[in-house]
């Protein structure tokens, strides 16, 4: 299953893939429809709007000379979310490593963020899908849930609206498995799958800190 683009592979590669023995698993951005969605209401919105304005001047002739500036305003300001939705969105990365899961996310002039999670302190790890409404049903889009357990917490690692989302699911399973959990036996009933819940898989085994298996 082909999950990144060669841009996207060396990007990620030269850039975040850093420690010793590391390699990517998996790199993907959001469904495009995350950003595309927004910027097509808001046009919808602008288009409303300018109609709007063209009939209130053909009403108010005295204010014609306000039109052209009112429209240039108008486009300026659709123009200018929909630049920051897709510099958001290409720069909203996901990354999975035999090292570490990370989030990569930037929004202009406002921050830029790295969510990065080392897989050596995972106690507990499930993968689930979520599928939120009809429409992300039909264009299967949703959301994929890593779950593991800390020495003192719990916590989920979520990859956002990703297109594909149960073959996501099924990739991560097998390349975390056996690329990052190859050292686990698993005579001992250390990686199981919940007959009850299809979608679900734990792998069962105490890592340490340090990245040695726990006995």
């Known amino acids: 299953m082909e999950m990144k683009s060669n841009h996207l592979i060396q990007a990620v590669q030269s850039r975040f893939v850093t420690l010793p023995g590391e390699e990517l698993i998996f790199a993907q951005r959001k469904h495009w429809l995350t950003f595309a969605t927004p910027i097509f209401m808001l046009s919808t919105m602008g288009i409303a709007t300018s109609i709007a304005l063209i009939i ?11 039109l052209l500036p009112a429209f240039l305003l108008i486009s300026v300001f659709i123009l200018s979310v929909a630049l920051r939705a897709i510099i958001e969105w290409y720069f909203n990365i996901y990354i999975i490593t035999n090292k570490k899961i990370m989030e990569i996310s930037y929004s202009p002039l406002s921050s830029q963020q790295i969510n990065e999670v080392l897989l050596d302190q995972v106690k507990c790890t499930e993968i689930d899908t979520k599928t939120e409404g009809f429409l992300n049903d039909i264009l299967d889009i949703g959301h994929v849930i890593v779950t593991f357990d800390r020495p003192t917490h719990q916590e989920e690692f979520v990859f956002d609206y990703m297109e594909s989302p149960r073959k996501i699911e099924a990739y991560l399973e097998g390349a975390l498995y056996d690329r990052t959990f190859q050292n686990i036996d698993t005579q001992n009933s250390l990686y199981n799958k919940d007959r009850n819940s299809p979608g679900k898989w734990t792998y069962l085994e105490d890592i340490n800190p340090i990245g040695g298996v726990a006995t």
């Open 56 to 66: 209130a001047s053909s009403m108010f002739i005295n204010y014609l000379f306000l």
